[in-house]
């Protein structure tokens, strides 16, 4: 979903302001930084702000945070979490479906987006797939190749409201030496990778 191959010399990629509709999460996916269905994984030292959870898994597959059971057993803490760490095999796990169907939902969504109409430029495997050192507008972005932050900080710009859509169908890799930057008042809330 992070596709614009348009090479600018700066690294920097710019156009037109797209309207791209907000993809629609619900109100408990809306509730996660992370919600997985098949696992998450860290290399420490990442950080996480927000609450993260698997399922219908269970905790085994969130591996890299030394999670820390709380003694309610309804969630976990990591140092590398700013937030709760839920797991369909802890107490209360259950509530985690309404979840991920709401994040099914919203996966079919951004998976229907069309990568072309993101100001008539072709959106496809940015970068050869690596977006570190770049600067993302708002758009729909395609990739049918690994995509990875591993040459820089990775900057999205743009305003409150807009959207950015990430799709790929492979893995997302960032170096732990990399950040990624959200500028000109762009929302992580509005930033979705499918």
Known sequence: LFLLSVAVMVNVIKGASINVQPVELGNA??????????????????????NIAVSPI??????????????SD???TSTQVVGKVKASDYTDGSNLITAVGEMKAAYNDAAGRDTTSTNGINNLNLGGGEIGGKTLTSGVYTFDVDVLI???DLTFDGGEDDVFIIQTSKNVKQAGSTSVILSGG?????????
């Open 186 to 194: 762009a929302k992580a809330e509005n930033i979705f990778w499918e």
């Open 150 to 152: 591993t040459n820089g």
């Open 29 to 50: 996916a809306g509730d996660f930084a992370i919600l997985a269905k098949t696992g998450i994984s860290t290399v420490p030292k990442s950080t996480v702000t927000g």
């Open 74 to 76: 309804t969630f976990a």
């Open 58 to 71: 269970t905790s085994a597959a969130i591996t890299g945070f030394s999670l820390i059971i709380d003694s």
